[in-house]
């Protein structure tokens, strides 16, 4: 079956502008989850959605940056004012469910870079 | 505060010289820890997810064990295939917390 998909696959933007990153899961993974790689280091999860609902936006960067899932399918990361700092990969998954302990299946992320 | 550690951060074999990666961590009430293979231009693709110490699960070459500190990867006669950056990470809560990766690299 499909696996998950991220649009678009690169962006370069100015510093200041805004950006809309998509992720389209897996056909009905409740789960979804988004993570940042920097060249070299580790994912830094940013925000998990249950369906809808996101209870825990603490690993969001700054206020900058938004998340937001509609019909418990696609789901949009906006960086709004966008800095060089923000430049990095930018990684979805989505897995069955939130309880339990169920894998992630990643997308093959966004490369953002800001000039 | 949760924390996972994996060493070394780069490992270069020769074809067929079998070898460990480490994956310490800590973290309160481990629900389930997972090993990834991450392709340069790639996001991660699963491999493993072990649950309790003493579980072992094979695929392939690639051999995942674990106890309450640690996991290794074992990769007996590695390929050039499997060249890759392999990731650790834990779940706790809802979140999962990511190694910073080990690079592997296999000479024909």
């Known amino acids: 079956g499909a696996g998950v998909s991220q649009s678009p696959s690169n962006k370069v933007t100015e510093k200041g502008k805004d950006v809309e990153l998509r992720c389209d899961p897996i056909?009905?993974?409740?789960?979804l989850y988004w993570y940042r790689q920097s060249l070299g280091q580790g994912l830094e999860f940013l925000i998990y959605?249950?369906?809808?609902?996101?209870?825990?936006k603490s690993g969001l960067p700054s206020d900058r940056f938004s998340a937001e899932r509609t019909g418990g399918s696609v789901s949009t990361l906006t960086i709004q004012r966008t800095q060089q700092e923000d430049s990095a990969v930018y990684l979805c998954?989505?897995?069955?469910?939130?309880?339990?302990?169920?894998?992630?299946?990643f997308g093959p992320g966004t490369r953002l870079t800001v000039t | 505060e949760d924390q996972v550690t994996q060493s070394p951060e780069a490992l270069r074999l020769q074809e067929g010289e079998s070898s460990s990666l480490n994956c310490s961590y800590t973290?309160?009430?481990?629900?389930?820890l997972f090993w990834y293979r991450q392709d340069p231009g790639k996001g991660p693709e699963f491999l493993f997810t072990?649950?309790?110490a003493g579980e072992e699960k094979e695929k392939e070459r690639l051999k995942a064990t674990l106890t309450k500190k640690e996991s290794f990867l074992h990769i007996t006669a590695p390929k050039p295939e499997d060249s890759a950056t392999y990731l650790c990470?834990?779940?706790?809560?809802?979140?999962?917390?990511f190694g910073a990766g080990t690079r592997l690299t296999v000479k024909p």
């Open positions: 072990l649950y309790s």
């Open positions: 959605f249950q369906g809808n609902s996101a209870p825990d």
């Open positions: 990470a834990v779940q706790a809560g809802y979140d999962m917390r």
């Open positions: 056909s009905g993974h409740t789960a």
């Open positions: 973290v309160s009430g481990l629900r389930g």
């Open positions: 998954a989505s897995s069955l469910s939130i309880t339990g302990s169920y894998e992630q299946y």
